[in-house]
T-cell receptor, first 111, second 111 residues
Framework: ETGVTQSPTHLIKTRGQQVTLRCSSQSGHNTVSWYQQALGQGPQFIFQYYREEENGRGNFPPRFSGLQFPNYSSELNVNALELDDSALYLC??????????FGPGTRLTVL | QQQVKQSPQSLIVQKGGIPIINCAYENTAFDYFPWYQQFPGKGPALLIAIRPDVSEKKEGRFTISFNKSAKQFSLHIMDSQPGDSATYFCAASRGNYQLIWGAGTKLIIKP
């Protein structure tokens, strides 16, 4: 186990709704990255937070937003959910520029 | 330039055999190349990683071979076991920042 926890484990939402996913990073880690993994595909980078600031973003629209707290835990918020947002959302924590350790993910289903 | 191409898509090997998974990248700025193992319903787990200043790295039964001039790297699993059956992902990044992932290889080790 990596020590990275995510909640909830599973979530079902309908189109147009909003969702918040949570991640607790491993002790000693100050960087959190979020990835979206569609079924049967590799993860896609959404964004990264370092010391409470967004530190880069992948090719995702602004309705994907995030937050990092002083204890380095993080939230991923998705507004106006679309069917294609159905995926496994992965959080990874690390110390800056070191190996990323992944949590078990949150499975989001949008109906 | 951001792509990482992974092959094969799936692989079946007898117990004790040596599965080999290959990846190719385009961006010469990449300097960190990890391999992740993912079981169904779980987040990816870091197996082994290499930086371009070495051509080979071994950790237990896992070996990465790296060819900088060809922009290719591969994972070899020695003495493979049924418990190694999983999906394997290669990835690449500059400074372990935004990981760019391959599409994954579903590996089955037959008893």
């Amino acid at each position: 186990e990596t020590g990275v926890t995510q909640s909830p484990t599973h979530l079902i939402k309908t189109r147009g709704q909003q969702v918040t996913l949570r991640c607790s990073s491993q002790s000693g880690h100050n960087t959190v990255s979020w990835y979206q993994q569609a079924l049967g595909q590799g993860p896609q980078f959404i964004f990264q937070y370092y010391r409470e600031e967004e530190n880069g973003r992948g090719n995702f629209p602004p309705r994907f937003s995030g937050l990092q707290f002083p204890n380095y835990s993080s939230e991923l918020n998705v507004n106006a959910l679309e069917l294609d947002d159905s995926a496994l959302y992965l959080c990874a924590s690390s110390r800056r520029d070191n190996e990323q350790f992944f949590g078990p993910g949150t499975r989001l289903t949008v109906l | 330039q951001q792509q990482v191409k992974q092959s094969p898509q799936s692989l079946i090997v007898q117990k004790g055999g040596i599965p080999i998974i290959n990846c190719a990248y385009e961006n010469t700025a990449f300097d960190y190349f990890p391999w992740y193992q993912q079981f169904p319903g779980k987040g990816p787990a870091l197996l082994i990683a290499i930086r371009p200043d070495v051509s080979e790295k071994k950790e237990g039964r896992f070996t990465i071979s790296f060819n900088k001039s060809a922009k290719q790297f591969s994972l070899h699993i020695m003495d493979s076991q049924p418990g190694d059956s999983a999906t394997y992902f290669c990835a690449a990044s500059r400074g372990n920042y935004q990981l760019i992932w391959g599409a994954g290889t579903k590996l089955i080790i037959k008893p």
